[in-house]
């Protein structure tokens, strides 16, 4: 697949008019229906649905849409990262979980700005999974995630730093006079939890079994949406203390006892080749 033509279906994609598109690629209207229908033949499926107004994505057209703009940033992270080797320049892509240790990576980022302004800083925020699978497609250099860490697929250091695991509850619930919960505190509580695929078993062995024997109303990706949901509710969210501020707020942050705490690590793909920036990064997180 060109990539020139990959372009061609990602501007059509976003405008959403043939006629709209061969302006912005400024081509012929005939050229770019061509070029398209070439596309299609090459890739054995139909990307749209072409209607009286506008074209609507097939469910092809949809995937190879989000693909598409993952190829391009891929090659204008690659691109950067091999021009102007004659001073530290490129990007650094760091992903990162809800920790407080991300202020860890904040002073050595704000850092390397300061010294090297050709340096450019791209955050992802996103659960571990979705971190993990953007540093498997290349999309990211770094990870920062609490433990468990896949030990056999990425490189990782650990922090000087961890996170406590308690509850999110407003100042109504039955637990919020509390000054810590045990298991048995939450056995007659209903808990939205992370979806994070790692994450059950940890919790699952500090409530000393199956983490089902709890009233599961639902999960969450990351914690602010789930703490709106929390402050008009009567859920507690299983979580790490010190993402949502609780100062003059109706929720409250109640820790765990005994208490649950994880590390935090900084993960890269095994073998990976790192631009000046990001070997750079690297270098002053050791």
């Known amino acids: 697949m060109d990539l020139r033509v990959l372009n061609y279906f990602l501007t059509v994609a976003r405008e959403k008019t043939i006629s709209k ?4 690629l400024h081509l012929s ?20 649905t ?13 995937y190879l849409q989000n693909r598409g703009k993952e190829i391009f940033d891929l090659v204008t992270t690659t691109t950067s990262n ?29 850092d ?5 302004p050709d340096i450019n800083v791209h955050l992802y925020s996103g659960n571990a999974d979705d971190v993990k699978e953007r540093i498997d497609k290349g999309l990211l250099d770094f990870g920062l995630i609490i433990d468990p860490v896949e030990k056999q697929k990425y490189e990782y250091i650990r922090l000087p730093l961890s996170d406590r695991w308690g509850i999110l509850v407003n100042e109504t619930h039955d637990l919020a006079k509390k000054e810590s919960v045990s298991p048995i505190d939450l056995m007659t509580t ?14 699952s062995e500090w409530l000393g079994g199956n983490l089902n024997q709890l009233n599961i109303s639902g999960t969450y990706n990351l914690l602010y949406n789930a703490s709106l949901l929390i402050k008009d509710g009567n859920l507690a969210a299983l979580c790490i203390d010190g993402i949502i501020n609780t100062q003059e707020s109706s929720l409250k942050f109640i820790p765990f006892n005994p208490p649950l705490t994880a590390n ?4 890269w793909k095994k073998n990976q080749v790192f631009s000046n920036a990001a070997n750079l990064f690297f270098k002053n997180i050791l």
């Open 190 to 203: 209903s808990v939205l939890i992370s979806n994070q695929s790692l994450v059950d078993n940890q919790l």
């Open 50 to 62: 072409r209607g009286n107004r506008e074209i609507t994505l097939t469910e092809e057209g949809f």
């Open 112 to 116: 390397l700005i300061a010294k090297h």
């Open 29 to 48: 209207q005939p050229t770019l229906s061509k070029q398209l229908k070439d596309l299609e033949e090459e890739l054995g499926v139909t990307l749209f």
């Open 82 to 110: 091999l021009q102007n080797n004659d001073v530290i320049s490129g990007d650094i892509r760091v992903g990162g979980g809800e920790t407080q240790a991300f202020q860890f990576v904040s002073v050595i980022l704000n």
């Open 264 to 267: 935090v690590n900084i993960i």
């Open 21 to 24: 598109a061969a302006v912005a």
